[in-house]
């Protein structure tokens, strides 16, 4: 095993503004917004209406497909409304509006002490799916569909990502420095569904205090180990992890099953002890809210549905005196900039960074030509050509820029925008263009039934 991947870089990380910030639980107050489509695959179908009382843990949606999850009630209160919202995405999409009552009483189902985790696969897996977990570190898979390979026995790694290298971000820090028995309890239950895979927890090597407690509570558990990597810029990325502990590469159109490997972010893997143990659903997770116009960065435990607004309040709003330039659902790296604080945080959501100033828009105005230095192909984790891809979109010639500079394998890192010293905006230009393709592949399968 290596410590790093090829390319990558090295952002100022801004870390240390909520590195100390413990994490705290916080309880909304307003009103509750749960998106239907928090995850990868097709969106949960409402099962509750308006009027109808709801619980904290209570199932408001379920899913609707194989690739798809339930979403889960994170208040007490009565359905306001089952209609459409603005989301993160700035795309109105339909939620279940609750009123909050403030009281968060929860359903029955919850146990305040631990239970028989000696489970069956199936009990396992069940578990699971009917606490609505997703992957908490990405783009949110469903959980149970990632720990329900063909060929579990050909699992070699179940790596828990805590390499957390978006610039800002701490939340993941903080969770393995305070809960780091829970999240071995974890790994060790997800390594009963592989029982030839090994177990590994992947720190970047800026978090001694968290490497010091995953070795700590991994003691004496012989299929478990912590690895400390070296910290770089996208050494989170799940491509990037398995280059690194399985030493091999795979492209877009296989799954990190098809090479041996399950990943998942530990705090995913928490979110499964929870579930297994205490029969505790997913309805809140760790995020940070953090960035220069933020007058108190933080750490939270934050519960699904609550507001933007809300939680940077909690953060002791806006400083005194700055503007808030830009808002960033993630971190200024891979994040998504959200036109309005009015919209709910959801499972996916990992960070609020809040910005004094817009890096994007200063990057706008020194903007040239491209100048041939070949510096975006040095940094690709991947080994792509960013140039010519980027060259390809520009000529309309999408099958060169998928077939023949492999497009599609970029993972929107945005390395490469970091780096070029003209300041092109290409993660930007690769996302559309990967939106488009993808947009003519779903026309052309439809236009085919």
């Given at each position: 095993m290596r410590d790093t991947f090829r390319g990558g870089v090295h952002p100022n990380e801004r870390k240390e503004l909520s590195r100390k910030a413990a994490l705290r639980v916080f309880d909304a107050k307003g009103e509750m917004v749960f998106p239907l489509a928090q995850h990868i695959g097709k969106p949960a179908r409402a099962i509750v209406k308006k009027g109808d009382p709801v619980l904290v843990g209570q199932r408001i949606a379920e899913a609707d497909g194989f690739v798809s999850a339930?979403?889960?009630?994170?208040?007490?209160?009565?359905?306001?409304?089952?209609?459409?919202?603005?989301?993160?995405?700035?795309a109105m999409q339909e939620c279940v509006v609750v009123d909050n009552d403030g009281k968060y009483t929860e359903t029955g189902d919850i146990y305040d002490?631990?239970?028989?985790?000696?489970?069956?696969?199936?009990?396992?897996?069940?578990?699971?799916?009917?606490?609505?977990?997703?992957?908490l570190g990405g783009a949110g898979f469903p959980t149970h569909v990632k720990l329900a390979p063909k060929d579990p026995l050909a699992i070699?790694?179940?790596?828990?990502?805590?390499?957390?290298?978006?610039?800002?971000?701490?939340?993941?820090?903080?969770?393995?420095?305070?809960?780091?028995?829970?999240?071995?309890?974890?790994?060790?239950?997800?390594?009963?569904?592989?029982?030839?895979?090994?177990?590994?927890?992947?720190?970047?090597?800026?978090?001694?205090?968290?490497?010091?407690?995953?070795?700590?509570?991994?003691?004496?558990?012989?299929?478990?180990?912590?690895?400390?990597?070296?910290?770089?810029?996208?050494?989170?990325?799940?491509?990037?992890?398995?280059k690194v502990i399985a030493g091999v590469d795979y492209p877009i159109t296989k799954l990190p099953?098809?090479?041996?490997?399950?990943?998942?972010?530990?705090?995913?893997?928490?979110?499964?002890?929870?579930?297994?143990?205490?029969?505790?659903?997913?309805?809140?997770h760790v995020?940070?809210?953090?960035?220069?116009a933020v007058k108190e960065p933080s750490n939270f435990i934050a519960r699904d549905g609550t507001s933007f607004a809300e939680l940077i309040e909690a953060a002791g709003g806006i400083k005194d005196g700055v503007e808030a330039k830009k808002i960033i659902s993630g971190g200024p790296m891979m994040g998504i900039a959200v036109s309005t604080t009015e919209v709910p945080i959801t499972k996916t959501t990992n960070a609020i960074t809040v910005l004094a100033s817009d890096p994007v828009e200063a990057a706008d105005k020194k903007m040239t030509a491209c100048l041939h230095c070949g510096r975006c192909t040095t940094v690709c984790p991947n080994g792509l050509m960013p140039q010519m891809m980027a060259d390809a979109v520009a000529a309309g010639d999408f099958e060169r820029y998928e077939n023949k500079l492999y497009g599609l394998d970029c993972i929107s890192c945005g390395s490469c925008t970091y780096i070029c010293p003209a300041k092109r905006p290409l993660t930007q230009t690769f996302k559309q263009t990967k939106a488009e393709i993808m947009a003519r592949k779903r026309a052309a399968q439809g236009g085919k039934k």
């Open positions: 339930n979403v889960i009630c994170s208040c007490s209160g009565t359905v306001k409304a089952v209609e459409k919202r603005r989301t993160i995405s700035g002490q631990p239970m028989r985790v000696d489970l069956t696969r199936e009990e396992i897996l069940a578990a699971v799916k009917d606490a609505g977990i997703i992957g070699r790694y179940l790596i828990a990502n805590g390499a957390e290298c978006e610039p800002y971000i701490t939340c993941n820090d903080q969770l393995m420095r305070g809960y780091a028995n829970e999240i071995v309890e974890g790994m060790e239950i997800v390594l009963t569904l592989f029982p030839a895979a090994e177990g590994v927890i992947a720190i970047e090597n800026n978090k001694p205090e968290a490497i010091a407690a995953m070795q700590k509570a991994a003691a004496g558990h012989k299929r478990i180990r912590v690895l400390g990597l070296r910290t770089k810029y996208p050494q989170g990325g799940e491509r990037s992890l398995i099953a098809d090479v041996g490997c399950i990943v998942d972010n530990v705090g995913t893997i928490y979110a499964i002890q929870r579930a297994v143990v205490y029969h505790e659903p997913l309805f809140r995020m940070t809210v953090t960035g220069e």
